[in-house]
């Protein structure tokens, strides 16, 4: 599994393997396929690609969407066709029982209000999901600018003010990470680290696009960008390749997330801080920012995903050697606890929620937490299902 605490790994439990249920079957006609637990996000959108069709799948193209989709499942293009879980329309559930529920709006609605973002702490198997398909935007561009890490609050500041007048189509998002060959040397001074500004565009034209992301020229530190690359047209299929070269495969990772509404300036220049003393070149931090819709939550249905606020901040400590893991771990937690005070919530699908329970919490509005733990009660009385807030 994707987990990166790891999190189907608890002393005294017994694992299911649901590797082998990875089919997938796709009705063109209704819009929607019929997947397994263990499909990839790659091999969804492999072959939904003929059919003219897409799915908001995970970033990397090796995230299965069995836990993705449990966790809300911010995946690409989430502004327009939101987080994943959203795109849910039914699900096949073994209850602790051992009984089989069919789950849609019509019968066990609140477990499918559940399967829509309960997260790890979901009390049943899902060995089969129902999704809703999108068509494929004809036009998907991929923008970046390069600049230096020391300006990352003023992109920050600019981006803020930008991303409410930019459409939901465009997923602006600005990066602390490794410099790339090209611009290494001028990086020296920030540990090798680069501030990149990234948007997404998926949109029906290439016109569209066009003019829409020239706002982006309109930063005020323009004239000391290191590098760009400006409107490429781009797909699905690519975007996922790229999203795999941030996050390694084989390495030893930390991960965590805050939802905050703070000034994007002050969470960047804490990122920017600590990544100057960061202890691997492989770390990296993101900032996503909501565009096209004010208030996200109140125009999505009912659901246990219930957490979301102006920007998401991610970040992750990515290294190779286990003699490396002290000082990789200490770093990790110091940036996490300096980002903390900004934070309004967290993503139960990326945040250490075995060190800091509280975090799972803290995924939810609280009336959403509560009816979730009541439906647990209901649906797995004796617990048979591993209690995943406490520590294991
Ligand atoms: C490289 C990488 C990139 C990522 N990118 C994104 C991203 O872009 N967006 C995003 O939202 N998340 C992302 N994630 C996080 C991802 O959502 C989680 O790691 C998710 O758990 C992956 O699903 P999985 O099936 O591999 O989970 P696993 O590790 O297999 O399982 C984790 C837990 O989820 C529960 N679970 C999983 N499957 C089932 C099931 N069928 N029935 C009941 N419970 C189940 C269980 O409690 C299990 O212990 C990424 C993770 C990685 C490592």
Known sequence: GHSW????????????????LNQVSIDPQSRTAVIHPAVTGQALNQQLAPHGLAFPVGHCQTVPMSGYLLNGGLGWNWNTWGPACFSIEAANVVLADGSLA?????????????IRGAGPGFFGVVTQY?????????????????????????????????????????ELTIFCAQAPPAFAEQCRSSNGFVCILSATGFFDTPDKAAVTLSLLETCPVIFECLGKDVNQPTTMDTLLDLGGRFWPELHRCLADTLWSNSP????LATVRDAFLQGPSAKSLALCAFSTGVENRMAVLPAAAFSMMAGTLLLCYAIWEQPE???????????????????????????????????????????????RLQSLRRTYDPDGLFHEPYTAG
Do not use: M
Not at 103 to 111: I, R, S, Y
Not at 133 to 149: E, F, G, H, K, N
Not at 349 to 367: K, L, M, Q, T
């Open 102 to 114: 069919v789950v849609n709006q019509e019968q066990h609605a609140d477990l499918l209000w559940a």
């Open 264 to 267: 994007p300036k002050q969470q």
């Open 324 to 370: 490396d893991d002290g000082v990789n771990i200490a770093w990790h937690r110091e940036i996490v606890a300096a980002l903390d005070p900004f934070a309004v919530g967290h993503y139960v699908g990326e945040s250490d929620i075995i060190a800091e329970p509280v975090r799972a919490e803290r995924s939810f509005v609280p009336a959403n937490w509560q």
């Open 130 to 170: 129902v999704l809703k398909l999108y068509p494929v935007p004809r036009a998907i561009t991929a923008t970046t600018y390069y600049y230096p890490l020391e300006r990352i609050e003023e992109v920050g500041a600019w981006a803020e003010g930008i991303a409410g007048q930019l459409p939901r189509e465009v």
């Open 5 to 20: 605490i790891g999190f189907s790994l608890f002393d005294g439990s017994l694992l299911i393997d649901l590797g082998r």
